[in-house]
């Protein structure tokens, strides 16, 4: 038990928010972000975040609080919340899913891999605007159309 309790704290210090002062209002949300990310919910609609922290009772953040809440969250790194207009509809509880989503957007070349039929395609999605059936048809490889996804992610 002594060497549990002594990793947990080892691993609390190496935390970048340790020593910051946070408020208390600020855990039941956090654990329940945690949560999201335990059950691999990666992406969440800022309203369906905001029901969670209404459901906090004294605890739950006013719309002010939330905002700062979202905003300092993003700049530990904890998720990623943009308050422009457009996107600020959506919070992305695991930065790292993120990054994933847009790997499948954005390849560079020196991660193309090597197979000789898939790197045909990826300087014609480079350049265009294909979609999966356009490539399919100019191409009419089954196998890469069945290797598209794999490309592309």
């Given amino acids: 038990m002594q060497n549990l309790t002594r990793y947990l704290v080892e691993l609390a210090f190496l935390q970048p928010s340790w020593g910051q002062q946070m408020p208390v209002a600020w855990v039941p949300l956090e654990l329940q972000i945690s949560e999201m990310k335990?059950?691999?919910?990666?992406?969440?609609?800022?309203?369906?975040?905001?029901?969670?922290?209404?459901?906090?009772?004294?605890?739950?953040?006013?719309?002010?609080?939330?905002?700062?809440?979202?905003?300092?969250?993003?700049s530990l790194g904890k998720l990623l919340y943009f308050g422009e207009h457009g996107i600020d509809n959506f919070i992305v509880v695991q930065p790292s899913a993120f990054v994933n989503v847009m790997r499948?957007?954005?390849?560079?070349?020196?991660?193309?891999p090597k197979d000789a039929e898939i790197i045909e395609i990826l300087p014609v999605l480079s350049r265009t605007e294909y979609s999966v059936e356009q490539i399919y048809i100019?191409?009419?490889?089954?196998?890469?159309?069945?290797?598209?996804?794999?490309?592309?992610?």
């Fill in 38 to 74: 335990t059950d691999e919910r990666y992406f969440v609609r800022k309203s369906e975040l905001q029901k969670v922290n209404l459901e906090n009772g004294d605890l739950a953040l006013t719309d002010a609080q939330f905002e700062n809440f979202l905003k300092i969250q993003h």
């Fill in 138 to 153: 100019n191409y009419g490889n089954k196998r890469i159309s069945n290797n598209l996804y794999q490309v592309m992610t």
């Fill in 104 to 112: 499948s957007f954005v390849t560079d070349e020196l991660f193309w």
